[in-house]
């Protein structure tokens, strides 16, 4: 058995847990926020026989899009009388950080 864990945007992820309970897996979500964003995004864990990996993994990369963002970079350490302006920066978000793990084993009591 895997533990297949993805970081999605908070907006696909919804659509994405339908899809994959349509195809009869299971599946749990928490919200987390991600540390360079600092934005809402959501990790969902599903834990699935190996040979279903492939099949998981393509559910979840056709309902993730990737975004482009603009954000501010943090300030840098500044001298009294110096002025920053600010450039946001273009990144890459989503559609998803996936990590596959193994099961040592899965037990429901
Ligand atoms: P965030 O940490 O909020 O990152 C959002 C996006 O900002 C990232 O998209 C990436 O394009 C950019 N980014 C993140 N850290 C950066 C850095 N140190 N320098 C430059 N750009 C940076 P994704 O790579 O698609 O990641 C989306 C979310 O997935 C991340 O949200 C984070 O919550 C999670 N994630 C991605 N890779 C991870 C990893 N190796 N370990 C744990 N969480 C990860
Ligand atoms: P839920 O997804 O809300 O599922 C609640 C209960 O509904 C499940 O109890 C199960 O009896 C049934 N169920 C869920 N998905 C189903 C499906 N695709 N087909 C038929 N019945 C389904 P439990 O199996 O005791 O699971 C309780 C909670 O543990 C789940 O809440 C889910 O959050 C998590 N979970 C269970 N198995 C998981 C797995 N393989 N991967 C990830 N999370 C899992």
Known sequence: ???IISIVNRDDSNALVDSLMREGYRATVISTTGG??????????VGAEDEKTAEVLQIIK???????????P?????????????TPVEVQVGGAAVFVMDV????RF
């Not at 943090?74 to 600010?86: F, H, I, Q, S, T």
């Open 74 to 86: 943090l300030p840098p350490v500044m001298e009294p009388g110096e002025l920053y302006m600010p």
């Open 1 to 3: 058995m895997k533990l």
């Open 62 to 72: 056709d309902g993730c899009h990737t975004r482009t963002q603009y954000v501010n």
């Open 104 to 107: 040592d084993s899965f037990h």
């Open 36 to 45: 360079f964003l600092r934005e809402g995004n959501a990790t969902i864990m």
